[in-house]
């Protein structure tokens, strides 16, 4: 069983839809459901409930027009393949125009840097999908490897300080655990934050190169 992590993304074998959705009366006539499965779009990864046994917890969000309903499925291993992330780059054709120049910041200083960013919430969606999930008081969330360094967020609040939105997001450990950048960048030396893993927090050392 492959080891899972927050923001995860499977594709659902096409001739498994119907055995998930065939018990499922719940979600019969429910918007974009029948197209998720039709077009082959992504679930993501959730925590697992105790009576789901040894299948892949998964979900699919529902964009803001449909009530931004998340839709948990319990999907078999063998139906179950992963996809891999959705860079920031790759979705920037699917960002609002007016965060482009601070996307393009964003692109340029992960490039000084020599990391990638990755997407999640709702720019990853609506690139995977090309259904309506940012609006403008939408934030845009961002993932970043456990390879950043303090200089890098202080760079990318410099971005967020003239940006017409909010650059929300995680630094990534390497258990896979996420630490929210302002929080790691804002804290005092020896200081601790908590880390969100995909049944657990807990709270770890604040400790970046400078």
Known sequence: MTTLRRHDLFVVAPEAWDRLL????????????????????PVIVRRRHPDEGDHLPAGLPLPPAAGKRRIGLAVPWADATPSPPVTLAAARPSAPPAWHLAVDAVLALAAEYGVVSQVFGGLLWQSLTGLA??????????????????????????????????????????????????????????????????????????????
């Open 133 to 210: 999930y940012l609006s403008t008081t939408s934030d845009l969330d961002l993932l970043w490897p456990a390879t950043v360094t303090h200089s890098l967020l202080d760079g990318l609040a410099a971005i967020e300080a003239g940006a017409p939105m909010r650059l929300d997001g995680e630094v990534v450990l390497p258990d896979g655990a996420g630490v929210n950048w302002r929080e790691l960048r804002d804290a005092p030396p020896g200081g601790s934050v908590l880390a969100k893993g995909l049944d657990r927090v807990a709270l770890v050392p604040a400790s970046l190169d400078r």
């Open 22 to 41: 065939a018990g499922r009366s719940d979600l019969d006539g429910v918007p974009h459901v029948a197209a998720w499965a039709a077009n082959g779009w």
